[in-house]
């Protein structure tokens, strides 16, 4: 920052603070005055501080009393909704803006998050006749979890589909590769979720005319409909079909872009569904939501760092952006961020942060900053990287008459022609312009409650401390999600610094300071607003 603008805003501070007094003066409200306490020479000083202690102390009793009184209460409230009738809320479809469950929301509270999830995500394999786990194109294989899928086919009952979303952040020849190789095991669909849908009840009337714009298109839409409408007809009767799969895979985003409304909330937050949320799509399909998968503590490195949920994981942002960065090929990271060779990660975080004008009081490039947003957006709607299928056809974890079972009932002909058509509609980045990932392979995941540890207290806290650190990162993230975030990724790097800013500042990008300082001209030092600026 320069002096001017430190100068400035110290000048605008001492002039609030002016203006503030004075308003304060003409209320004619003061400064509370200090108690002076009893005076020595006060007679029978001793009896009156007595008797303000035992004042004190009953005030006190009366306190922990009505605390008590409270937890009795709260008690007899637990007590009455686990009654069963309050569970079958669980499985009523939507009432209200992103569906959760209020009685429920209250109940588990204090139950561990990762239990939660597990009770959640097991729920919906139940209740589902077909099972979409959703894939992120960008780590395909990443995405796949043995032990849940092992779940869904130990019955024989339900059908497993894998849906490769966020399609056009991976390059096309990428994408047929992955496609023909998952193909092999598994009904697979193309997709890319419209990530610009407006609130539930607000239809998107798509003008004949105007070509919508780019990001806003849903591919893959009428495959995914076209095939599940085709196995309903085969089953007979109506069908449950659960989304799953490991957080910001965009699982919500699917239903949102089928549903054409924003029903689900959607956000580069990883872990942002807690529960799961049942929305009909027609009379013979109901879809439902469910929280991500929670992954096993004995996965490597960088399955920890990409597929736990934030919200309810401890994962230390430099660790997991440091073990991302040391997987990405470097010359093309070097090449897509715009940032000189590095030797380390550490080297690459702080010329990351100057890149993209990330800095702390004082003007030292902002490190942390810098590993968040990476690790934010490796994860995030925007980011084009990809990884190369295995090269030869290992053989699946299900043997082949598991295999031939899944792909009974579904019409896998049209899903072919379907997919050619999306791959064809997706305008994915080109191979030289996307980073090459080295995947870690299959992810772990832990799907039964008992194997999931207690948490002590102190666990706890610490958790939670981190985790309001990285959701600072996020909401950011997320205010610029809503704004629309499927910016390409060949975008200029000052537009991606401005990414990386709240909503206030992007929604008002003139007269916010720029954190770029070399493009910083008078006239934005000069528009510092007070009422936004000064926290
Ligand atoms: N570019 C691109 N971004 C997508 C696509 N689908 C989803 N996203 C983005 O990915 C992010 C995560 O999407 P969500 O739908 O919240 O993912 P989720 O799997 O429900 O996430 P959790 O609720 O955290 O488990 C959001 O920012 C979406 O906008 C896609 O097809 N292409």
């Not at 910016?487 to 916010?512: G, I, N, T």
Request: hydrophobic letters at 30%.
């Amino acid at each position: 920052m320069t002096c001017h603008k430190r100068y400035k805003i110290q000048k605008k501070v001492r002039e609030h603070h002016r203006k503030l007094r004075k308003e304060a003066k003409k209320r004619g409200r003061k400064k509370p005055r200090k108690d002076p306490g009893v005076p020595n020479n006060a007679p029978f000083k001793e009896a009156l501080l007595r008797e303000a202690e035992l004042r004190k102390q009953r005030l006190e009793e009366l306190k922990q009393q009505q605390k008590l009184d409270r937890q009795k209460e709260q008690d007899k409230k637990r007590r009455l909704e686990t009654d069963p009738a309050v569970e079958l809320c669980n499985i009523e479809p939507v009432k209200e803006e992103f569906g959760q469950c209020k009685a429920k929301k209250a109940k588990s509270s204090k139950q561990n998050p990762k239990r939660l999830y597990c009770q959640e995500l097991k729920k919906v394999i139940e209740a589902s006749d077909v099972v979409l786990e959703v894939l992120d194109a960008r780590d395909p294989l990443g995405c796949r979890c043995p032990q849940v899928e092992e779940a869904i086919v130990k019955g024989g009952q339900k059908k497993l589909v894998l849906v490769l979303n966020k399609s056009d952040l991976v390059p096309k020849e990428n994408l047929e590769n992955w496609l023909s190789y998952l193909t092999k095991e598994l009904p697979t669909v193309v997709f890319k979720a419209s990530t610009n849908l407006k609130d539930k009840g607000k239809r998107i009337k798509v003008k004949k005319k105007a070509a919508p714009f780019k990001s806003e298109v849903c591919v893959g839409k009428e495959g995914l409909w076209k095939l599940l409408g085709g196995f309903q007809e085969t089953y007979g009767k109506a069908i449950h079909v659960g989304v799953i799969g490991f957080p910001n895979v965009g699982k919500s985003s699917i239903i949102n872009s089928l549903k054409q409304e924003r029903i689900c909330n959607v956000g580069v937050s990883m872990g942002l569904t807690r529960y799961m949320q049942v929305v009909p799509l027609d009379k013979q399909i109901t879809i439902i939501d469910s929280p991500s998968f929670i992954v096993s503590p004995l996965n490597s490195a960088i399955a920890l760092a990409l597929r736990s949920p934030a919200s309810i994981e401890v994962v230390k942002p430099m660790e997991a952006a440091s073990t991302i960065l040391s997987h990405a090929d470097a010359r093309q990271v070097v090449l897509k961020f715009t940032v000189p060779d590095f030797k380390n990660s550490l080297e690459f975080f702080t010329s990351f942060a100057q890149r993209r004008g990330l800095h702390q009081k004082g003007g030292s490039p902002n490190v942390e900053g810098a590993a968040k947003l990476l690790w934010s957006e490796w994860t995030g709607a925007s980011l084009g990287y990809f990884c190369h299928p295995p090269t030869s056809w290992t053989p699946p974890h299900f043997n082949e008459s598991i295999v031939t079972d899944m792909k009974r009932g579904f019409n896998l002909e049209e899903l072919e022609k379907n997919n050619a058509h999306s791959i064809q509609a997706i305008r994915g980045p080109r191979l030289a312009s996307s980073i090459l990932f080295q995947s870690s392979g299959l992810t772990n995941g832990v799907i039964e409650e008992k194997d999931i540890p207690e948490e002590l207290p102190k666990q706890k806290e610490r958790k939670q401390e981190e985790r309001g650190d990285y959701e600072d990162v996020n909401t950011d993230q997320e205010c610029v999600d809503e704004e629309g975030d499927e910016k390409s990724s060949d975008m200029f790097p000052e537009e991606e610094a401005c990414e990386a800013l709240p909503e206030d500042s992007q929604s008002d990008k003139q007269s916010a300071p720029s954190f770029i300082l070399d493009k910083m001209t008078e006239e934005e030092d000069d528009a510092y607003d007070f009422s936004t600026d000064y926290v």
